[in-house]
């Protein structure tokens, strides 16, 4: 059974960090991509970040150079370090499993995913 566990969401001030973790089992998830998605309230799911099978990473242009994401294949484990967050950061997180090696931006390209975890960002 394929589960992924986020962990990491929270209240935080404008300007301040949160970790989002995702502990992933069930599957050789160092052979698929991982990315983290979010959904705010009316808007669709968008992809945040990503993380290649090899390492290579994707942000969507509002993150970029706040937040990074990064993968531990030993511990079936990827992580988002979120700084600099922005009250238009706030969203649910979900972590997912990607069906290729490669970073897809379409959530269609995604078979496996966490129960997301809530991210507030107070003005």
């Known amino acids: 059974q394929v589960q992924l566990v986020e962990s990491g969401g929270g209240l935080v001030q404008a300007g301040g960090s949160l970790r989002l973790s995702c502990l992933a089992s069930?599957?050789?998830?160092?052979?698929?991509?991982m990315g983290w998605f979010r959904q705010a309230p009316g808007k669709e799911r968008e992809l945040v970040a990503g993380?290649?099978?090899?390492?290579?990473?994707y942000y969507t242009d509002s993150v970029k150079g706040r937040f990074t994401i990064s993968r531990d294949n030993a511990k079936n484990a990827v992580y988002l370090q979120m700084n600099s967050l922005k009250p238009e950061d706030t969203a649910v997180y979900y972590c997912?499993?990607?069906?290729?090696?490669?970073?897809?931006?379409?959530?269609?390209?995604?078979?496996?995913w966490g129960q997301g975890t809530q991210v507030t960002v107070s003005s």
């Open positions: 997912a499993s990607g069906r290729l090696p490669l970073v897809v931006r379409s959530a269609s390209g995604y078979d496996y």
């Open positions: 993380i290649s099978s090899g390492g290579s990473t």
């Open positions: 069930g599957r050789t998830f160092s052979n698929y991509a």
